[in-house]
């Protein structure tokens, strides 16, 4: 079965996606008719709000995030040498939501699919003539955002980094100006395995002067860094600690002015800190998930679609980036199975991939809505602790002996970087 096919028939990820489309209507629906603006910034940051609950868990404390489910699914049906981004789109007419369109983009070994994108975008180009210095990035988004993938003005940007660099344009001095056409080649030359790395070859090195121009010679964040810390499963929370390293910061001071407890405005150089998780977000992280499929992010909370939608009206009215909503410390990412294959890292113990078994949609959803329809489960779900996961796990140990089961369901703890996971493993 072709992929596509598969994915439009699959029920386990038609679910999934429902989840989405369900919350984000829902909260949708209950701005008033007058909150005018906060529904315009809902509208312009709608692919950073999906790229949010995408990677987000389902469930609080848990890797149960939609993109580990989804990706699990894919690699269950077709190996370590497919990868598929979705991207669900909501339809607005006059500020309301009317339908919402899902896409699909699939990555293969000597098909990499953001050449799709490349020749979108040079087909834009042909024939027209820009000069380089007045060139508009938000009126040629306006153009050619129906024809890219990811509907968002960043990744654009990067795009046309990557086109160039693929020889998708042509450079024409006249004069004291420089002026830019699409290139009559197929790009398309380039696109097999190699061109993966190649384009993690030329990204790394923009964020780390991003990071060098900040740090200065203290930059803790260089090319070699950067691409060991892409193999090195870990939560962004401990390469920001660097960050602190860098900056001179005592991190329990820090952790104090963070959480509130010290309010000496003489600290305010702490916010470097958000500045750097921001940047690791946005030039690292990203790209590297979402732009291609290399590695893959979960955020440990869960997405609550009401508060979501006022930090979008808030980085609207601010003019702040739309990938703030993104920055979070409480970040975990580790190699996806399809950028394990392509970076053939030794250690093939993984993160995130708790799914022993097949995974089950209706379980894990049955799960969120028990915990979630239930304040006080809730609010012990989103504060557990370990010692407070091991007395569960016990006191549900006991009332299983107590019960006549043929067999015992076995359960484990799965800790790491502050995740709590509890799962069954059931032969």
């Known amino acids: 079965m072709q992929v596509l096919d598969f994915l439009k028939s699959n029920e386990d990820i038609n679910k999934l996606f429902s989840v989405y489309k369900n919350e984000f209507s829902g ?55 497919v990868a ?18 899902i896409e699909y983009r699939v990555f293969t070994l000597d098909n990499n699919s953001i050449f799709d994108d490349i020749r979108s975008l040079q087909r834009f180009f042909l024939g027209k003539k820009f000069e380089l210095k007045k060139m508009d990035f938000k009126t040629i988004f306006e153009n050619v955002q129906d024809n890219i993938f990811v509907k968002d003005e960043y990744y654009l940007f990067q795009l046309f980094n990557i086109a160039s660099y693929f020889s998708a344009f042509s450079y024409e001095d006249i004069g004291k100006k420089v002026f830019l056409t699409g290139n009559d080649f197929d790009v398309n030359f380039f696109n097999d395995s190699k061109s993966y790395l190649k384009i993690i070859d030329f990204w790394l090195p923009i964020a780390a002067q991003l990071f060098e121009n900040f740090f200065g010679n203290m930059n803790p964040y260089t090319v070699s860094c950067l691409k060991r810390y892409i193999k090195n499963k870990t939560m962004l929370q401990k390469l920001l600690d660097k960050t602190l390293a860098a900056l001179s910061i005592n991190k329990d001071e820090f952790v104090n002015y963070a959480l509130g407890i010290d309010n000496d405005e003489s600290k305010n150089y702490y916010e470097n800190y958000f500045i750097v998780s921001a940047y690791l977000v946005k030039y690292f992280v990203i790209p590297l998930s979402y732009f291609i499929p290399i590695i893959q992010p979960c955020y440990i909370s869960k997405v609550n679609f009401d508060f979501i939608f006022n930090d979008a009206e808030i980085i609207l009215k601010e003019g702040y980036s739309s990938y703030d909503l993104l920055n979070d410390p409480f970040l975990i990412y580790d190699l996806s199975h399809f950028g394990n294959k392509l970076m053939k890292r030794s250690d093939r113990s993984r993160l995130q991939d708790v799914f022993d078994t097949p995974v089950n949609i209706d379980e894990i959803l049955m799960t969120k809505n028990e915990i979630y329809s239930n304040p006080e489960m809730q609010d012990f779900w989103q504060n557990i602790d370990p010692k407070e996961l091991e007395e569960l796990i ?29 799962f069954n493993n059931k032969k």
Do not use: C
């Open 27 to 81: 909260s949708f629906k209950r701005i008033k008719r007058s909150e005018k603006k906060k529904k315009l910034a809902i509208k312009k940051n709608s692919q950073i709000i999906f790229l949010k609950w995408f990677y987000s868990t389902l469930i609080d404390n848990t890797y149960f995030s939609p993109a580990n489910i989804f990706n699990r699914i894919i690699y269950e049906n077709f190996g370590d040498e």
């Open 84 to 101: 598929v981004l979705p991207n669900v789109v909501p339809i607005f007419i006059e500020n309301e939501i009317r339908d919402f369109r």
């Open 394 to 422: 016990k006191l549900l140990d006991e009332k299983v002996e107590e019960m006549v089961v043929e067999e015992k369901p076995k359960r484990k703890i799965h800790k790491e970087g502050n995740v709590i996971h509890l």
